[in-house]
T-cell receptor
């Protein structure tokens, strides 16, 4: 059972480039989440999805986009990378939004130069 | 937005109990309180969650105040492997309540 899989694990981008961080879960969970983690800032919610076909903004959505076309996948797109988006990104999923435990991926470390 | 506040850091001696506090200033009646921990260079992992009653599992206990404005994660006997950053969540009314604060870094002293 793979759980939550994030790819890539590491990425370096140039300012202005776009890219997609991949997240896939194999637990048939309804809810999925994207967080970023910066030193001293804890985990901040970027976007979340309560079910396939729905997405909502979290605390820090600017500069990102998401879609949820399948239950398994929840990709995070950086539209035009900026140095301020240098961070560690975590994807998570849970069976039922807020009511059950969430499972996290191992993270993607992104550096924008 | 959800508001949870935790101390930045705490220390504990090995084999002693640890009480990690969290304040949930905006929690509503249907928001579950979650606790997760993050070991170095890993993703967060689930510890425990509850709604109103105190909860126990193999990892820890969760004590929830009667007004639900605060909770305490209890590690009964701290080990060196419990050294991590502990995050609580709880307090967002609506569809999602997995908003986290800045966490508490627990140091376990041998």
């Amino acid at each position: 059972n793979a759980g939550v899989t994030q790819t890539p694990k590491f990425q370096v981008l140039k300012t202005g480039q776009s890219m997609t961080l991949q997240c896939a879960q194999d637990m048939n969970h309804n809810s999925m989440y994207w967080y970023r983690q910066d030193p001293g800032m804890g985990l901040r919610l970027i976007y979340y999805s309560a079910s396939e076909g729905t997405t909502d903004k979290g605390e820090v959505p600017n500069g990102y986009n998401v879609s949820r076309s399948t239950t398994e996948d929840f990709p995070l797109r950086l539209l035009s990378a900026a140095p301020s988006q240098t961070s560690v990104y975590f994807c998570a999923s849970s069976e039922m939004d807020g009511y059950t435990e969430a499972f996290f991926g191992q993270g993607t470390r992104l550096t924008v130069v | 937005d959800a508001k949870t506040t935790q101390p930045n850091s705490m220390e504990s001696n090995e084999e002693e109990p640890v009480h990690l506090p969290c304040n949930h200033s905006t929690i509503s009646g249907t928001d579950y309180i979650h606790w997760y921990r993050q070991l170095p260079s890993q993703g967060p992992e689930y510890v425990i969650h509850g709604l109103t009653s105190n909860v126990n599992n193999r990892m820890a206990s969760l004590a929830i105040a009667e007004d639900r404005k605060s909770s305490t994660l209890i590690l009964h006997r701290a080990t060196l492997r419990d050294a991590a950053v502990y995050y609580c969540s709880g307090g967002q009314t609506g569809a999602n309540n997995l908003f986290f604060g800045t966490g508490t870094r627990l140091t376990v002293i041998p």
